[in-house]
C-alpha cells in the first residue's frame, strides 16, 4: 500500500477481488472504509479468473496492476485505476 496525507493506494489482489463479488459491503469490511452504491464504474475490472487460469492471470496483472483509492479523512473507497492488458 502507497500512503500520502489524503490517501491510500491498495494494490489490487484477488481478496479485493472475491470481496468485490461478496458484495460492496464485504470489499469495504475488507479495507475499513464505505464503499458507494454506484462503484465502480467499470465492474469488468474485477472480474474473478477461473481457478486454471487463476495463478498465471493473477501473475500477469502484477505487471501492471490496478489500485484502489481511499480517501483517508473520509474513510471512503473513491475510485481506482491503473493496470492495462495491452502493450505499452
Known amino acids: 500500500m502507497f500512503e500520502t496525507k489524503r490517501?491510500?493506494?491498495?494494490?489490487v489482489r484477488l481478496e479485493?477481488?472475491?470481496a468485490f463479488h461478496?458484495?460492496?459491503e464485504a470489499l469495504g469490511r475488507l479495507?475499513?472504509?464505505t464503499v458507494a452504491e454506484d462503484w465502480p464504474e467499470f465492474p469488468e475490472a474485477f472480474?474473478?479468473?477461473d481457478q486454471k487460469a487463476g495463478a498465471?492471470?493473477?501473475r500477469g496483472s502484477m505487471l501492471?496492476?490496478?489500485?484502489l483509492f481511499v480517501d483517508r479523512r473520509e474513510g471512503a473507497l473513491i475510485g481506482?485505476?491503473?493496470?492495462?492488458?495491452g502493450g505499452v
Open 7 to 11: 490517501l491510500e493506494l491498495h494494490e
Open 16 to 18: 479485493h477481488k472475491v
Open 22 to 24: 461478496q458484495g460492496r
Open 31 to 33: 479495507l475499513g472504509v
Open 47 to 49: 472480474a474473478v479468473p
Open 56 to 58: 498465471d492471470e493473477e
Open 64 to 67: 501492471w496492476p490496478g489500485y
Open 80 to 85: 481506482n485505476g491503473g493496470g492495462s492488458r
